[in-house]
Every structure is written in structure tokens, then in C-alpha cells.
């Protein structure tokens, strides 16, 4: 009778039946996300069982009607619960997959998208024909650029500065369990020591390639972001001023300061202000300015260089 009233509870407590596969595992959870009106995939759900149960996609694929023990059961219902609070699934598994790579991630970084891809892919076809190039990435959050880069170009040098020690710290964690090595650098892109820190960084010349996801959600746009967003992921990693330019008009002086004469600033920016970022870079002395579209066909990254 005790045993009973525990499993009760249990269920009072998570909303989910006591149920003992994985497949009625999965569709209770599905059903009380949808109940609640929170967005969730049925390969999100998966992946929160996966880490629950500790087994792989093709086991649970091959072996969806496996009795689930009760303590992965209530790991798994403990998942759910954070995620009925608009936890993001990425947080609660504690990792994301980008560029064919895993990184950590915790609410000190932004959590890798997969139209940053694209931006990665930019900057490595453009460097390709360059041996050894010096690239910087400001804003680097869980290092997923920097890393991803230096991964495709073990030659490259490569920087990573962050305003946040909890975040270069997550960084410094993904470089080592990805087995690469970067530079990185706590400042501000604001502040009056980043350009001479940064040009000690480089150890002399200067960089090919300035690349910078950085905040540019304006102060006005806060209420119509997910509350996965805005609720668990790093205010200053999202919102730049009131005309969110700011951080462009810095990554161009920055640029101006620390790129060779052949290099190049890429950036990724809000879906429509390609327009905008292009002209702070042109008024900034920059030339043959591209704007670049995301799958969506949006604009979503803008590309620059100091001369042809």
C-alpha cells in the first residue's frame, strides 16, 4: 500500500503516468507537453529518454516496447517536468550537437544554432586557400566557432574572447574534450584594453579573419522571444542597445585595429538588419560588403574586407 501511494504521488507530482516501455514512456510525455502547450518534438522526447535510460537511438528504435526501470523512469520524468518550465532540451541533456560536433552547454552560453553553421562554413571556405591564418572569434560563448574552426584547420591560431569567465570556462571544457587548442581571451568588446590585448594575443601581424555571432536582439524585441530564450539562456548574450548595432559598429573598429589588409569580418546578424549591418561597415571604411542568406533565404550574415 505504501509502494502505491509513493507511485501516486509520483504521478501527481509529474503529470505523467506511471507507465513501464518506452514507447508509452515517450507518448505520455508528448501528451502532457502538448497539454501545456509546449513546443517539443517527438525526436526531443527521444533524446531526453536516451540520456535517461542510457542507451543509443537504435535501441530504442530496434527495442521501443522495453520495460523501463523505475529509477530511469522518474529521470526521465524529472527531464519532462524542467522542460514543462520551457527548460530548453539542450540544457537538460547538457550538450548540442553543431557542426558535427558535442559540445557542453549550461545557462552561462547561448545554446549553438544551426544557421551559425553557415557561418562557420563561410569562414572556412574563404580562409581555404590561406596557410596558418590568425582568426578571432568575439563573443564566443561555449567556443562552438572558434572550436568547429579550429577543428576543420588544425594550422589556424585561433582566438576566443568572451566578456564571461563562466562562459569561457564552458569553452575551455569543449576545446579539451574536443582535443583542440585555442587562445582565449576574457574582455569586453566595450572596453579600452580589447585591442591591445587582442594584438598581444596574435603575437605580432595581425588576423585574416574577425568572426562574431554577437548580441543583437533589441531591448523592444524582448517580449516576443520563446520563453526557452529569454527565461534560461544569457541576457547579455542577446540583447545589444535600443537600434542593435552597437556590437557591429565595435567588431568593425575592432576590425580596422586588428586585421591584416587582406582579411576579412564576418558576422551573423538579425534576419533583417543585413541592410543596416552592411552600411555601419561601409561608413566604417569597409569594401566589397556581401550579404549572405541562411536556408531560409533570409539575410543572416554580412562578410567585409579591408581591401580587395
Known amino acids: 500500500m505504501l509502494f502505491e501511494t509513493q507511485q501516486q504521488s509520483f504521478r501527481n507530482t509529474y503529470g505523467i503516468e506511471n507507465v513501464t516501455t518506452r514507447r508509452e514512456l515517450i507518448k505520455q510525455a508528448q501528451d502532457k507537453l502538448t497539454q501545456e502547450s509546449v513546443p517539443s518534438t517527438a525526436k526531443e522526447i527521444e533524446w531526453l529518454l536516451l540520456e ?7 535501441e530504442l528504435f530496434s527495442k521501443p516496447n522495453a520495460e523501463v526501470s523505475e529509477p530511469v523512469a522518474q529521470t526521465f520524468k524529472a527531464f519532462v517536468q524542467r522542460r514543462l518550465a ?7 541533456l547538457g550538450y548540442s550537437e553543431f557542426f ?5 552547454v549550461n545557462p552561462s552560453v547561448l545554446i549553438p544554432r544551426p544557421e551559425t553553421e553557415l557561418l562557420v562554413e563561410h569562414a572556412l571556405d574563404w580562409m581555404a586557400p590561406t596557410q596558418s591564418p590568425v582568426v578571432v572569434d568575439v563573443g564566443t560563448g561555449s567556443g562552438c566557432v572558434a572550436i568547429s574552426i579550429k577543428n576543420a584547420r ?6 576566443g574572447i568572451d566578456i564571461s569567465a563562466d562562459a ?4 575551455r571544457e569543449n576545446a579539451i574534450a574536443l ?9 569586453d568588446l566595450y572596453s579600452d584594453t580589447i585591442i591591445d590585448r587582442l594584438r598581444k594575443a596574435i603575437g605580432g601581424g595581425r588576423a585574416k579573419l574577425l568572426v562574431s555571432n554577437p ?3 533589441t531591448p523592444n524585441e524582448k517580449g516576443s522571444i520563446e520563453p526557452e530564450v529569454f527565461m534560461h539562456e544569457p541576457s547579455e548574450a542577446l540583447f545589444a542597445d535600443a537600434s ?65
Do not use: C
Request: net charge negative; proline share 4%.
Open 52 to 58: 535517461a535510460d542510457s542507451i543509443s537511438s537504435v
Open 86 to 92: 520551457r527548460e530548453p532540451v539542450q540544457y537538460i
Open 100 to 104: 558535427g560536433l558535442r559540445f557542453s
Open 154 to 159: 588544425p594550422d589556424a591560431h585561433v582566438i
Open 168 to 171: 569561457l570556462n564552458v569553452a
Open 179 to 187: 582535443n583542440t587548442s585555442i587562445t582565449w581571451l576574457e574582455d
Open 215 to 217: 548580441p543583437y536582439v
Open 244 to 308: 542593435g548595432l552597437k556590437p557591429y559598429q565595435a567588431l568593425a573598429q575592432l576590425g580596422l585595429e586588428t586585421l591584416s589588409d587582406t582579411g576579412m569580418l564576418m558576422v551573423e546578424n538579425h534576419n533583417d538588419a543585413g541592410r543596416k549591418v552592411e552600411a555601419v561597415f561601409a561608413e566604417a571604411g569597409y569594401i566589397g560588403i556581401e550579404r549572405h542568406r541562411d536556408l531560409s533565404g533570409k539575410d543572416r550574415f554580412v562578410s567585409a574586407r579591408i581591401r580587395v
